[in-house]
C-alpha cells in the first residue's frame, strides 16, 4: 500500500501545505476559486507518490553526475540531472544538489498543466518556483543564515523579468556545505538551476586550510551523504575583514563566471555580517538596487 502524504490548507485558507517525509512544501495560487481549486487538486495528485519515485533512483542521484550522459529515468531526477550537468565537468556534484528546486519545479508545473492561474509559487524550505502573469509581482525575503528567522534584505521580481526560480544555501542550510558562507541566495530562470547554482557558488565562499574553520567528513555526520568522505564545514571562529572580503570575492568570481555563462540572473552571498552582489535582475536594474533594506520578518516567501 502507498504511503500517502500529509496534504491540507493553512489555516489561512490561502495556501497549501504538501509534506512527505523530507520534502516539505508551502504552495500559493491566485486565480478564480475553479482555478485554484484545480491547481492544489493537481499539486496534490502529483505530489502524491513523488518522494516513492526519487527513492527508487537515489543510489544514481546520489552519485557523481556525468556531465554528457543521464540514465535517470525519472522526469525529476532528469531535471536534477540537468540543473548540475553544467558544473558536472570541473567538479564534483550529484544530482541532489538540485532536489529541493527540481521538486517545487515539477508541482508548480502540475498546477500550470490544470488551470490558468495569475500567480503561483511553490516553496520548497527556501527554494521556490514562481509564476507570473502580467503584471504580477512576487517579494522575497532574503535570510542572514537560512535556520534563522531574520531577514537581511527583501526582493521583489516583476513579471518582465526572467527570474522564476530562487534558492538559498550555505553551511546553515539544510544540505552540508564545502564552504564558509552563512548564506548563498541565487535568482535564475528556473527553480531547479537556481538550487544548483547556489551549491556551487556556497561552496566556493571559502578560506581553504584555515585554522579557525571545522570540517568533519559528511559521512560522520549522515552515513549516507552523497558527499561521502568530503569535508563539510561545521564552524567557523574568528576571521579578519580581510579574510572575510577574501572568502567573499571567491565566492562572487564564481557567480560572475555563471552570470556570465546564462546560468543564474544574479546572487547575493553572505558571510559574518557582510554582503557581496553579484548581476542584475533581468531588466537591467543592478541587484543591488533590487534588494532593498527592510526590518520586516520575511521568510523566503510571499
Same mark, same amino acid.
Given at each position: 500500500m502507498r504511503r500517502l502524504p500529509q496534504?491540507? +490548507? +493553512? $489555516?489561512?485558507?490561502?495556501? &497549501? =501545505? &504538501? !509534506?512527505?517525509?523530507p520534502i516539505d512544501l508551502i504552495v500559493e495560487a491566485k486565480g478564480t476559486d475553479r482555478d485554484v481549486s484545480a491547481a492544489y !487538486? #493537481?499539486?496534490?495528485?502529483?505530489? %502524491?507518490? &513523488?518522494?516513492?519515485e526519487l527513492c527508487g533512483e537515489? *543510489? &544514481? +542521484?546520489?552519485?557523481?553526475?556525468? $556531465? !554528457? =550522459?543521464?540514465?535517470?529515468?525519472?522526469?525529476?531526477?532528469?531535471?536534477?540531472? /540537468?540543473a548540475v550537468a553544467p558544473f558536472a565537468a570541473d567538479r564534483f556534484i550529484t544530482p541532489m544538489a538540485a532536489v529541493a528546486g527540481s521538486v517545487a519545479e515539477e508541482i508548480l508545473g502540475a498546477m500550470l498543466r490544470a488551470a490558468a492561474l495569475d500567480r503561483a509559487?511553490?516553496?520548497n524550505g527556501g527554494d521556490i518556483a514562481l509564476h507570473l502573469g502580467d503584471g504580477e509581482q512576487f517579494t522575497v525575503g532574503l535570510m542572514d543564515?537560512?535556520?534563522?528567522?531574520?531577514?537581511?534584505?527583501t526582493m521583489t521580481v516583476d513579471a518582465d523579468m526572467p527570474v522564476r526560480g530562487i534558492a538559498t544555501s550555505g553551511r546553515h542550510g539544510r544540505s552540508f556545505s564545502l564552504g564558509i558562507a552563512d548564506a548563498v541566495t541565487v535568482l535564475a530562470r528556473t527553480a531547479s538551476q537556481a538550487d544548483a547554482a #547556489?551549491?556551487?557558488? /556556497?561552496? /566556493?565562499?571559502? +578560506? $581553504?586550510s584555515h585554522p579557525a574553520i571545522l570540517r568533519i567528513p559528511a559521512s560522520e555526520l549522515q552515513p549516507d551523504s552523497d558527499l561521502g568522505a568530503r569535508l563539510v564545514t561545521r564552524d567557523v571562529g574568528h576571521l579578519t575583514e580581510h579574510e572575510i572580503e577574501q572568502a567573499l570575492e571567491a565566492g562572487a568570481a564564481r557567480a560572475r563566471m555563471l552570470l556570465t555563462s546564462g546560468l543564474i540572473e544574479g546572487a547575493a552571498l553572505r558571510l559574518l555580517g557582510e554582503t557581496r552582489l553579484v548581476g542584475a535582475t533581468g531588466n537591467g536594474t543592478p541587484v543591488s538596487h533590487?534588494? !532593498? *533594506? %527592510? %526590518? %520586516?520578518e520575511y521568510m523566503l516567501q510571499a
Amino acid at each position: 500500500m502507498r504511503r500517502l502524504p500529509q496534504i491540507a +490548507l +493553512l $489555516p489561512d485558507g490561502k495556501r &497549501l =501545505h &504538501l !509534506q512527505d517525509g523530507p520534502i516539505d512544501l508551502i504552495v500559493e495560487a491566485k486565480g478564480t476559486d475553479r482555478d485554484v481549486s484545480a491547481a492544489y !487538486q #493537481a499539486a496534490a495528485e502529483r505530489f %502524491t507518490g &513523488l518522494l516513492d519515485e526519487l527513492c527508487g533512483e537515489l *543510489a &544514481l +542521484l546520489r552519485s557523481a553526475a556525468d $556531465p !554528457q =550522459h543521464c540514465v535517470l529515468k525519472g522526469v525529476v531526477a532528469r531535471r536534477m540531472h /540537468a540543473a548540475v550537468a553544467p558544473f558536472a565537468a570541473d567538479r564534483f556534484i550529484t544530482p541532489m544538489a538540485a532536489v529541493a528546486g527540481s521538486v517545487a519545479e515539477e508541482i508548480l508545473g502540475a498546477m500550470l498543466r490544470a488551470a490558468a492561474l495569475d500567480r503561483a509559487y511553490v516553496n520548497n524550505g527556501g527554494d521556490i518556483a514562481l509564476h507570473l502573469g502580467d503584471g504580477e509581482q512576487f517579494t522575497v525575503g532574503l535570510m542572514d543564515r537560512p535556520d534563522r528567522r531574520g531577514v537581511m534584505r527583501t526582493m521583489t521580481v516583476d513579471a518582465d523579468m526572467p527570474v522564476r526560480g530562487i534558492a538559498t544555501s550555505g553551511r546553515h542550510g539544510r544540505s552540508f556545505s564545502l564552504g564558509i558562507a552563512d548564506a548563498v541566495t541565487v535568482l535564475a530562470r528556473t527553480a531547479s538551476q537556481a538550487d544548483a547554482a #547556489a551549491t556551487v557558488i /556556497a561552496n /566556493a565562499v571559502d +578560506l $581553504p586550510s584555515h585554522p579557525a574553520i571545522l570540517r568533519i567528513p559528511a559521512s560522520e555526520l549522515q552515513p549516507d551523504s552523497d558527499l561521502g568522505a568530503r569535508l563539510v564545514t561545521r564552524d567557523v571562529g574568528h576571521l579578519t575583514e580581510h579574510e572575510i572580503e577574501q572568502a567573499l570575492e571567491a565566492g562572487a568570481a564564481r557567480a560572475r563566471m555563471l552570470l556570465t555563462s546564462g546560468l543564474i540572473e544574479g546572487a547575493a552571498l553572505r558571510l559574518l555580517g557582510e554582503t557581496r552582489l553579484v548581476g542584475a535582475t533581468g531588466n537591467g536594474t543592478p541587484v543591488s538596487h533590487t534588494f !532593498q *533594506a %527592510t %526590518t %520586516t520578518e520575511y521568510m523566503l516567501q510571499a
